[in-house]
Structures are given as structure tokens and as C-alpha cells.
């Protein structure tokens, strides 16, 4: 099934009354008409039409004591059309009633404010819903610009009792570029939904920065990450604890982005350095960063 949904369509047998949205808990469209004012009227025939070029077919029949019929025979993005008929005691059938239609939309539940921002080279996603008390979880799916399916990266839980809790999920090394986010949404009756899609752009950061390698300690290689906010000279070195270069990493213009850098634990001469304590510096125009890893072998 997916997101939950009501449709209200008001019919009575001559004069349409009203079409009413109204979110509930469950995928399917209810017919509600007047009620005959013929005292020899026994049942109310329901039709239907999947197609505005088809020809209608009955979906049901009911006692003429109720004029309410759910339809739960729908699917998502469809397009159904409806007329009711009245029955009298010789089983003759009235005309049709006034003609409604329904836009089934597609199985999307919008999130308030959902967004996404890049922050210290995390992505971070926040949204709000309300109703909270029908969702079991929320499943934290992803996608980038260069493939086509969505992939699952994490849950987040509900909090019980809260109607506009802001929720929020973490990406600590999300991919470099544009990236795809939606949430879909779990029901305490089993059904799921999906929500908007929104674009997170990693491309750019914001600052210069220079992440903590990892893995750290490491004894055959670690990725050093780092940002650059626009063009500029870059240096990234490799320093023991006495403030001698081992290494030079990178040395050269570079344009705005994320970097991963890989460190084998060798020096510049190709020699795997002895296990202990060392520290990395990232050195643009204006602004030096140093971290410290631990090498073990």
C-alpha cells in the first residue's frame, strides 16, 4: 500500500455536492451521495471507470440504509471515475448520478521542511512531520548523479508523543558531487511511503578544512580528507614529532572540492617509516591545519 490517503467524494443521484482532499490512514477513495428520497429504493449500485474514454463498470452494491462506499481497489497516480445508481423493489435502475472524478497523486507524502546542508564535510538531513504516533521509523535513502536506483543508508526512529519533533540524519563521508536524498516513511500498520526528493550538492565547500584521518591508528595506508573553498596552492605534509617533513603528499593548484588523500606510511624516499606518533599539515595562502594519526606497523 503506501501513503496513507482518503479521498472524500461527495455524490448524491442529481446534483454532485463537493470533492474534499483529506489525509487518513489508508490508501482508498470513499463515495458518500444523498440519500434517495423514493421510499421503494433497496439498493445503490457503484460504477467506476479507470479510463475518461471507457466505459463504466459496476464495483459493487449496497443497501439503500447506507451511502457510503469505500473503494480500496485504487493505486497510486491513477486517474477513476464514478456515478452512483438507485434500485427499486422491482430491480429497476435509475439513471446515473452526477459524474466525479478522482487524481489519485503518486506515493509521495511531503515532509515539513525537509533539507539538506553540507557541514564540515558531513551532509546533514533535517525534517519535521506531524501525526507522528502512526509512523513506526523513518528508512534514510540515497542516490547520486550518476546512478539510477535509491539505496538505503540508515533509519531514524520516531519519537513517541512529539507531533513536529525535528528529526535529523548524518552522512559523515557522503559521495563527492551532487547527491539525492529521500525518506521513506514506515506505518504502524506495515504500509510505507516516500517522501520529496532533495538535492545536496558536496562539490564546493565552504571553508578550508582538514578532517582526522581514518582509520587512525592504521598500519598499511589511511585516507586524509580535506576541502578547499576556492583556487589555491595546496600543501599537504607528513611531519614526525620533531617537525621533520616525511613526506609531501600534495603539492599544487587545486580547484574547490573535497579531497581524499591516501598515505602508504612511506617517506619521500619510498621507505616504510617506523610505527609512532606523526602529524599532518594542510597549508593554503593564510590558513595551516595540523592533525596528528598514529602509524603502527
Same mark, same amino acid.
Given at each position: 500500500?503506501?501513503?496513507?490517503l482518503?479521498?472524500?467524494?461527495k455524490?448524491?443521484?442529481?446534483?454532485?455536492?463537493?470533492?474534499?482532499?483529506?489525509?487518513?490512514?489508508?490508501q482508498?477513495?470513499?463515495?458518500?451521495?444523498?440519500?434517495?428520497?423514493?421510499?421503494?429504493?433497496?439498493?445503490?449500485? +457503484?460504477?467506476?471507470?479507470?479510463?475518461?474514454?471507457?466505459?463504466?463498470?459496476?464495483?459493487?452494491?449496497?443497501?439503500s440504509?447506507?451511502?457510503?462506499?469505500?473503494? @480500496?481497489?485504487?493505486?497510486?497516480g491513477?486517474?477513476?471515475?464514478?456515478?452512483?445508481? @438507485? +434500485?427499486?423493489?422491482?430491480g429497476?435502475?435509475?439513471?446515473?448520478?452526477?459524474? $466525479?472524478?478522482?487524481?489519485?497523486?503518486?506515493? #509521495?507524502?511531503?515532509?515539513?521542511?525537509?533539507?539538506?546542508?553540507?557541514?564540515?564535510?558531513?551532509?546533514?538531513?533535517?525534517?519535521?512531520? %506531524?501525526?507522528?504516533?502512526?509512523?513506526?521509523?523513518?528508512?534514510?535513502?540515497q542516490? @547520486?548523479?550518476?546512478?539510477?536506483?535509491?539505496?538505503?543508508?540508515?533509519?531514524?526512529?520516531?519519537?513517541?508523543?512529539? @507531533?513536529? %519533533?525535528r528529526?535529523?540524519?548524518?552522512?559523515?563521508? !557522503?559521495?563527492?558531487?551532487?547527491?539525492?536524498?529521500?525518506?521513506?516513511?514506515?506505518?504502524?500498520?506495515?504500509t510505507?511511503?516516500?517522501?520529496q526528493?532533495?538535492?545536496?550538492?558536496?562539490?564546493?565547500?565552504?571553508?578550508?578544512?582538514?578532517?582526522?584521518? %581514518?582509520?587512525? !591508528?592504521?598500519?598499511?595506508s589511511?585516507?586524509?580528507?580535506?576541502?578547499?573553498?576556492? %583556487?589555491?596552492?595546496?600543501?599537504?605534509?607528513?611531519?614526525?614529532?620533531?617537525?621533520?617533513?616525511?613526506?609531501?603528499?600534495?603539492?599544487?593548484?587545486?580547484?574547490?572540492g573535497?579531497? $581524499?588523500?591516501?598515505?602508504?606510511?612511506?617517506? #619521500?624516499?619510498?621507505?616504510?617509516?617506523?610505527s609512532?606518533?606523526?602529524?599532518?599539515?594542510?597549508?593554503? !595562502?593564510?590558513?595551516?591545519?595540523?592533525?596528528?594519526?598514529?602509524y603502527?606497523?
Amino acid at each position: 500500500m503506501g501513503m496513507k490517503l482518503i479521498f472524500w467524494l461527495k455524490i448524491i443521484l442529481c446534483t454532485l455536492l463537493s470533492v474534499q482532499y483529506s489525509a487518513s490512514y489508508a490508501q482508498q477513495v470513499l463515495l458518500t451521495w444523498g440519500k434517495s428520497t423514493e421510499n421503494d429504493i433497496v439498493n445503490y449500485a +457503484i460504477y467506476r471507470k479507470a479510463d475518461p474514454n471507457s466505459g463504466f463498470l459496476m464495483i459493487g452494491k449496497i443497501a439503500s440504509s447506507d451511502t457510503n462506499y469505500y473503494d @480500496s481497489d485504487v493505486r497510486w497516480g491513477a486517474w477513476f471515475g464514478y456515478a452512483v445508481t @438507485s +434500485i427499486d423493489q422491482s430491480g429497476k435502475e435509475s439513471d446515473f448520478s452526477n459524474f $466525479v472524478e478522482v487524481n489519485i497523486p503518486d506515493q #509521495m507524502l511531503e515532509l515539513n521542511e525537509f533539507s539538506g546542508f553540507v557541514q564540515q564535510n558531513k551532509v546533514i538531513l533535517q525534517w519535521s512531520a %506531524y501525526g507522528i504516533q502512526h509512523y513506526t521509523s523513518f528508512e534514510v535513502q540515497q542516490k @547520486s548523479d550518476n546512478t539510477d536506483y535509491f539505496s538505503t543508508i540508515g533509519f531514524v526512529q520516531t519519537v513517541d508523543e512529539i @507531533s513536529n %519533533y525535528r528529526y535529523q540524519y548524518v552522512i559523515d563521508a !557522503p559521495e563527492v558531487g551532487k547527491n539525492f536524498y529521500r525518506v521513506k516513511i514506515l506505518f504502524n500498520d506495515g504500509t510505507v511511503c516516500f517522501s520529496q526528493i532533495i538535492e545536496v550538492d558536496t562539490n564546493v565547500p565552504q571553508q578550508f578544512y582538514l578532517e582526522q584521518n %581514518y582509520p587512525n !591508528p592504521f598500519n598499511s595506508s589511511t585516507n586524509i580528507r580535506y576541502g578547499i573553498e576556492k %583556487y589555491s596552492h595546496v600543501q599537504l605534509k607528513i611531519f614526525n614529532v620533531n617537525g621533520q617533513e616525511m613526506r609531501c603528499l600534495v603539492a599544487e593548484y587545486q580547484q574547490p572540492g573535497r579531497y $581524499v588523500i591516501k598515505w602508504d606510511g612511506e617517506d #619521500m624516499w619510498g621507505k616504510k617509516l617506523p610505527s609512532g606518533i606523526y602529524f599532518y599539515q594542510l597549508n593554503v !595562502p593564510g590558513t595551516v591545519m595540523n592533525r596528528r594519526l598514529i602509524y603502527l606497523k
